[in-house]
């Protein structure tokens, strides 16, 4: 596959923000590619955690909730909790995602583009097949192509290397913990030789 000027820019900011650009490549299109089905069962399971607290307090969730923690069965809380658990789990998941995706569709070379080939080909519920992607597009087979992989690698710099560091820098200001994640230690080591270099 050709190299593009975007795809030299792209790589340059890998270089840039040190990442591993084949890594963070295939690491992006693997959460990409499930991302659906993560979106899909969290949906599942606020349903279901909501016809449960319909079934016990009709519509006032609070009634619902202190019932099913306090005074549910054994089983049946536990099954609750971990619910609940998976979907606060996957929300950040989801979130880190959506903050990519806006990153993308701000980058000045076809950001929108990248944006809409990533939001049809993962984001989107509806799935599409080759030829409605491309007709909806407007592209050429080879041109979708080039410009896919080039709009995975920027999701894999916006999210590894904007998205993420902004929410370990949240984190760390609100609980004054730090991130065991050895990406996030190696980032910092970088700053703080950058800063030492400033002096």
Same mark, same amino acid.
């Given at each position: ?87 606060? #789990? ?25 944006? #809409? ?14 030829? #409605? ?5 407007l592209m050429e087979r080879t041109s979708f192509y080039v410009r896919k992989k080039e709009a995975i690698k920027l999701f894999g710099v916006a999210l590894w290397g904007y998205a993420l560091p902004k929410y370990k820098s949240v984190l760390t200001n609100n609980f004054g913990e730090e991130d065991n994640n050895s990406f996030f230690k190696k980032e910092d080591e970088i700053q703080t030789q950058c800063e030492?270099?400033?002096?």
């Amino acid at each position: 596959m050709r190299v593009t000027r975007t795809m030299r820019n792209i790589s340059l900011m890998y270089e840039g923000m040190n990442l591993d650009e084949e890594q963070v490549f295939h690491k992006s299109k693997l959460l990409l590619d499930i991302y659906r089905d993560v979106v899909w069962k969290t949906l599942k399971e606020v349903e279901y955690i909501k016809d449960v607290c319909e079934s016990y307090y009709s519509n006032d969730l609070n009634a619902a909730l202190t019932y099913l923690s306090d005074f549910a069965p054994s089983e049946q809380r536990a099954d609750f909790k971990d619910r609940v658990s998976y979907i606060f #789990e996957t929300s950040w998941m989801i979130e880190l995602i959506d903050t990519a995706m806006i990153k993308i569709y701000d980058y000045p070379v076809h950001g929108k583009l990248y944006h #809409e080939i990533l939001s049809n080909c993962y984001i989107n519920s509806n799935t599409l097949n080759e030829h #409605e992607l491309l007709e909806c597009l407007l592209m050429e087979r080879t041109s979708f192509y080039v410009r896919k992989k080039e709009a995975i690698k920027l999701f894999g710099v916006a999210l590894w290397g904007y998205a993420l560091p902004k929410y370990k820098s949240v984190l760390t200001n609100n609980f004054g913990e730090e991130d065991n994640n050895s990406f996030f230690k190696k980032e910092d080591e970088i700053q703080t030789q950058c800063e030492l270099s400033a002096y």
